[in-house]
């Protein structure tokens, strides 16, 4: 079992930045690939970032990349989201993932843990 806790959210204006935090209570967590995703009200989860075990090979959707930073630190068993030039369109719940899926997919039903959600709302 994985427990996923996410922090870092908040109110931000358009074009800023946060960084988002997620930490799991495991002793494996090298052995997962971890993944960010959002769901804004009244739409579906959606695939945001995902990073390999090792932290290479990370994945963004194409309305973030260029904009944000996906990272890990398997030392000690977090994984960031830096986001920059926020847009009102990201306006969501961010929810931290964890795969143990051999290679990275974009399909939240290939996720096996999940954290809360962490709030993420950018003011016009």
């Known amino acids: 079992q994985v427990q996923l806790v996410e922090s870092g959210g908040g109110l931000v204006q358009v074009g800023g930045s946060l960084r988002l935090t997620c930490a799991a209570s495991?002793?494996?967590?090298?052995?997962?690939?971890m993944g960010w995703f959002r769901q804004a009200p009244g739409k579906e989860r959606e695939f945001v970032a995902a990073?390999?075990?090792?932290?290479?090979?990370?994945t963004y959707a194409d309305s973030v990349q260029g904009r944000f930073t996906i990272s890990r630190d398997n030392a000690k068993n977090t994984v960031h989201l830096q986001m920059n030039s926020l847009k009102p369109e990201d306006t969501a719940v961010f929810y931290c993932?964890?795969?143990?899926?051999?290679?990275?997919?974009?399909?939240?039903?290939?996720?096996?843990?999940w954290g809360q959600g962490t709030q993420v709302t950018v003011s016009s």
């Open positions: 495991t002793r494996t967590f090298s052995s997962y690939i």
């Open positions: 993932a964890a795969s143990t899926s051999m290679v990275i997919r974009s399909t939240p039903q290939l996720f096996n843990y």
């Open positions: 990073i390999s075990r090792l932290g290479g090979s990370p």
